[in-house]
């Protein structure tokens, strides 16, 4: 088992479920997304470049994924809360995984290192 691995396994259900499966949409979302462990949490890069995180909020524990580039990404569902660079994508655990969304962010995000807006 890897690094990645104990952090999904480690935790309680139904986020360890929910984890997992935002695990399989982010990687399966381009060939070029890796996934590699940093300050504790996974952390999923396009072509070696930080891309997003994968997370659970310390007070609500709800799961959620952090674009590293957010700022130039607009969605109503999205939060910035007190970073300037970064936003996040709460999700439910408890409720249906909004795919069609989550998939819609994740090619948004996509695009900024693919036409060169996020230099790689």
């Not at 660079?85 to 069609?100: E, H, L, S, V």
């Not at 989550?102 to 807006?117: F, S």
């Amino acid at each position: 088992m890897s690094q990645n691995d104990n952090f999904y396994l480690n935790k309680e259900e139904p986020n360890r479920s929910c984890l997992l499966a935002l695990r399989s949409i982010i990687l399966n979302m381009d060939e070029h997304i890796s996934e590699v462990k940093k300050y504790g949490m996974p952390c999923f890069c396009y072509k070696k470049k930080m891309f997003c995180y994968l997370w659970t909020d310390k007070k609500t524990l709800e799961p959620y994924i952090l674009f590293v580039e957010g700022k130039h990404l607009n969605h109503p569902k999205l939060e910035t809360g007190t970073r300037s660079r970064m936003k996040i994508f709460r999700i439910n655990a408890t409720k249906d995984i909004p795919t069609n969304t989550i998939k819609l962010l994740l090619n948004k995000a996509l695009d900024l290192y693919k036409n060169g807006t996020i230099v790689i």
